[in-house]
Structures are given as C-alpha cells and as structure tokens.
C-alpha cells in the first residue's frame, strides 16, 4: 500500500480529486488530498500572511501528524511548487513526485516566473483586499480566490531534487490554445530521470482523464494495473 497525498492547484481544494482519492482506494492505497490554507473550506483563514512557505507546511503537516513515510506526492498546477518544496523539506517521508500539468521549480523559482504573460494577467485580477487572485469564470462553482502571495514567494531549496528518485510528468495535450506547459514537458520528456505521459484532456485532467490518470498513479506506485 502506497500513501498519495494529491495537492490542489489555484483555487481549488481537496474536493477537486474526490473520484481519484475513490480510486485509488479501490485499488488498495490510502489518499489523502488537504486542503490549503486560505481555500476551499479554509477560505475564512485567507490573509495576506498566507504564501507558499504555509502551504508547504500544511502538507509537511499532514505528512507528520500522520506519520507518513512512503508518500507519492501528487501537484496539479500550482500544486507542483508545493510538493517540490514538501520533498525538500521532508525528502525521507517522500518515496515518489507526480506533476499533473504543473510547474516544475528550482531553487529561487516562483509560480510567477514560471508561466506566461498570459497566466500572470489573470494572477493581477486580485480580489478587492489585494490578497487573493479571483477564480476564473469558468472555474467551477466550489473555487475560491486564491493567495496571491504564494504565487508571488521564491522556493528555497536546501537539497538536491533529484534524491527523489521517482518523478512522474503527466501533460495536458487538450488545451483550448496555447498551455503554458509545454516547454516544461518538452524538457522532460527528454530526460531519462523523468517518466513522461501526455494525456488526451484539457488542463483539469481530474476531471477529462480520470481513468488514465488512475492508472499512471497505481503503476506510479510500484504497483501493476
């Protein structure tokens, strides 16, 4: 049994993996997907204190208070700056690192520096407290504004980010234009550390692949389909 532990991406909260944490335990693992500070229903806890450092320390959180030592971390989007950071901090807790259509950081990266003009633009559309970025309006209905100092804070990276040896990127092949991950799948695809998948659905693969992205998590786990 592997634990996943699935970290949302803007604006969403552990709600948005609910069928993939279902089958993952049908299939005989534990899944664990936190909310982050500031979001979902930890929205009453948003202030403009709440960045990337509190995020990593929910997870860091969950991964002590529970005792976990063979998480698979799982990031969505803005959810592979935390998992990055998590590994960092508690590398001998983390046995594996998926990046579903997510940012890849090193040391001195932010959300920010990290994607397009186009992506830093909606970033702007702060809420009228300056605190969080709005949700976009196609985002669905649960989604929260989200922190924008957590997009804005550079990742400090003490280690090497290569200790953990299992590193999985699965790409979003279906967006409707231009997806600000492809240079970062490209990449990686091309380097023999990583394990690569590009799936047929839009950004949110939770939702437009959730049979193919169940069975990159099982075999992510050492585990045969």
């Not at 709600?15 to 993939?20: K, P, Q, S």
Request: glycine letters at 10%; a negative charge; charged letters at 20%.
């Amino acid at each position: 049994m592997t634990t996943f532990v699935l970290i949302p991406g803007m604006c969403h909260g552990g709600w948005c993996f609910r069928e993939l944490c279902e089958g993952l335990r049908h299939h005989g693992h534990r899944a664990v997907a936190p909310t982050l500070t500031g979001l979902a229903e930890r929205a009453h806890l948003l202030d403009g204190a709440v960045n990337l450092d509190t995020h990593i320390r929910d997870v860091t959180g969950v991964l002590e208070a529970e005792d976990v030592r063979d998480a698979v971390l799982v990031g969505h989007s803005y959810g592979g700056m935390v998992i990055t950071g998590v590994a960092d901090r508690l590398p001998g807790r983390v046995a594996g690192l998926v990046y579903l259509d997510a940012v890849v950081p090193g040391d001195g990266d932010s959300c920010w520096s990290l994607v397009s003009d186009r992506e830093r633009q909606w970033y702007a559309d702060v809420v009228e407290t300056g605190y969080a970025t709005r949700p976009l309006p196609f985002f669905d209905p649960r989604a929260t504004p989200h922190p924008i100092a957590s997009l804005l804070q550079p990742l400090r990276l003490t280690g090497d980010p290569t200790r953990i040896g299992r590193r999985t990127y699965v790409y979003a092949a279906g967006w409707q234009g231009e997806s600000p991950f492809t240079p970062t799948y490209e990449r990686l695809r091309e380097d023999p550390a990583w394990t690569t998948y590009a799936l047929d659905g839009g950004h949110n693969l939770m939702r437009d692949a959730p049979e193919d992205l169940l069975k990159i998590l099982v075999e992510a786990a050492g585990a045969r389909w």
